[in-house]
């Protein structure tokens, strides 16, 4: 099978796992805004925060590594290297848990949080060794170019666990309880539904995990890995924790809808990243460096295509968007549009760190997330106090802009990749076309309800856009790809390749 069917098939899972986690998470914050609050939604928002930098560090950079490692062997040797990578996480997630647990005073304080933040860490905390634990196995049935397992333990199963729970707690026994309740049950939900499509693609049991050992080599590849994946999760995360730091829960609960609509954008590019990054450590094993380059190529492309036109809509209707949270949320309106640029310059680009960590250039990205992590911490400290929402959210679009630039200047001197495709120039157009159109079409858009604006404006703009995409051609690769889903088309396509 070609490679661009190959990604085109699992990515299609992977992106349809994504959409419903975020969707998931999205219904989570709405839900938790409006029956919780704002401050509430603060305390979850730090916590998550929190947590999932808990998470990298017990993950220990195995994920990445596991990745790499498996496609280097086969038979026996790849069951010992997933079951000495699983044994290895485990060990290190528990660890982390312990501290969480031991310090959550100490860090709800500094993050302006009483006891019920305090409370809230412990709960998630707890869930630290059994997700670590699924994503570990996730990772292992990816390296074997099997998204779903993963895609659905992470992606479906745990987030609509989460909201379930938190709405059944919110209204059979109060705030706390939506906020304490719901983590541990989710994450043992995931991990039971990981573990069989784990074994049957692996062949590892856990008789084989208990036996392993440690696998040194791995580990020394897995550091500077645990170290990028650490400061990108820092990234991600910073100007939640910021805002914590320097405001209140509130603030970082009127922040957080706008944070993650906009990050509603990144799913595509992980969708997508994560077929393509074992394809690309297999490629970088054989030597092949075109054969790195075309897939960047291809990748970057289709995410920015895809991409482009929910960017249109968040920059075009942000107050309209975030006023469906509740009253006060609609100031966070600009912070959604710098967000938003934000989130299509990572989702655009992003692949280029993929590129770098699979690619024997896991030091030189380790050192562009601590640089734009101490980057994004001086703007912080610099314009949150005096812009709040927003100058977090501009402190995040410099960094990344910056970042992005440091990326592409390094695949480019490292393996001759270029960071822009040159067929770019088609969804670029096509976007410039139908957002000059949304802008023009927004006073006759609000006169009318919200929601049916909203609707009326997505579903004018999706069909111009598509229109506009189809009128420039699409390229070979695209046309095998749908032919592969559709292959009753095949004889009667005449679409020429420009």
Not at 156 to 164: D, G, I, K, N
Request: proline share 4%; charged share 15%; net charge positive.
């Amino acid at each position: 099978m070609k490679a661009e069917v190959t990604i085109a098939r699992q990515a299609g899972i992977s992106m349809a796992g994504f959409a419903f986690g975020q969707l998931a998470r999205f219904g989570y914050n709405l839900a938790a805004a409006r029956l919780l609050g704002a401050e509430s939604l603060g305390i979850y928002a730090l916590v998550v925060a929190v947590v999932q930098v808990g998470e990298v560090v017990g993950a220990a950079g195995l994920d990445a590594a596991l990745l790499r490692f498996a496609n280097l062997h086969d038979g026996e040797e790849r069951k010992r290297v997933v079951a000495s990578a699983l044994k290895m996480a485990a060990i290190s997630a528990l660890v982390v848990s312990v501290l969480l647990l031991l310090f959550s005073d100490s860090i709800a304080a500094a993050l302006h949080g009483g006891r019920l933040l305090s409370l809230t860490l412990r709960s998630a905390a707890a869930a630290i060794p059994v997700s670590v634990t699924t994503l570990i196995a996730g990772h292992a049935a990816q390296a074997f170019r099997k998204l779903a397992p993963k895609v659905v333990a992470t992606q479906v199963v745990a987030p609509f666990a989460l909201l379930s729970l938190m709405i059944a707690a919110r209204y059979l026994s109060g705030v706390e309880a939506a906020l304490l309740f719901p983590f541990v049950p989710a994450a043992l939900l995931a991990l039971f539904w990981v573990l069989p499509g784990f074994r049957k693609t692996t062949g590892v049991g856990p008789a084989d995990v208990l036996r392993a050992t440690g696998d040194r080599a791995m580990l020394a590849v897995a550091m500077p890995l645990l170290a990028v994946s650490l400061f990108g999760m820092f990234s991600h995360w910073i100007d939640i924790m910021m805002l914590g730091l320097l405001t209140d829960t509130r603030t970082v609960g009127l922040y957080h809808p706008a944070a993650r609509t906009a990050g509603l954008l990144r799913s595509v590019f992980l969708a997508f990243s994560g077929i393509a990054a074992p394809m690309i450590a297999g490629f970088h094993a054989r030597g092949d460096e075109a054969g790195i380059r075309k897939l960047y190529d291809l990748v970057s492309r289709w995410v920015l295509t895809i991409v482009l036109l929910p960017a249109l809509l968040l920059a075009a209707f942000p107050k309209e968007l975030l006023s469906v949270f509740g009253e006060g949320f609609a100031d966070g309106s600009t912070a959604l549009v710098l967000l938003s640029a934000s989130a299509l310059m990572q989702a655009w680009f992003g692949l280029g760190s993929t590129v770098l960590a699979m690619a024997g250039g896991e030091r030189l990205s380790l050192l562009n997330q601590v640089a734009a992590l101490l980057l994004q911490v001086c703007l912080h400290l610099l314009l949150i106090p005096r812009y709040g929402l927003e100058g977090a959210a501009f402190s995040s679009l410099v960094v990344t802009l910056l970042l992005s630039a440091a990326r592409a200047v390094e695949m480019r001197w490292l393996l001759g990749i270029g960071a822009v495709s040159r067929k770019a120039w088609k969804p670029l157009v096509a976007a410039t076309v139908t957002g000059t159109a949304l802008f023009l079409a927004r006073p006759l858009l609000a006169v009318l309800p919200v929601p049916q604006a909203l609707a009326t404006g997505a579903a004018g703009a999706s069909l111009l856009y598509v229109l506009l995409i189809r009128m420039f051609r699409l390229e070979q690769e695209e046309l095998e790809v749908i032919f592969s889903f559709m292959p009753f088309l095949k004889p009667h396509s005449t679409n020429d390749v420009t």
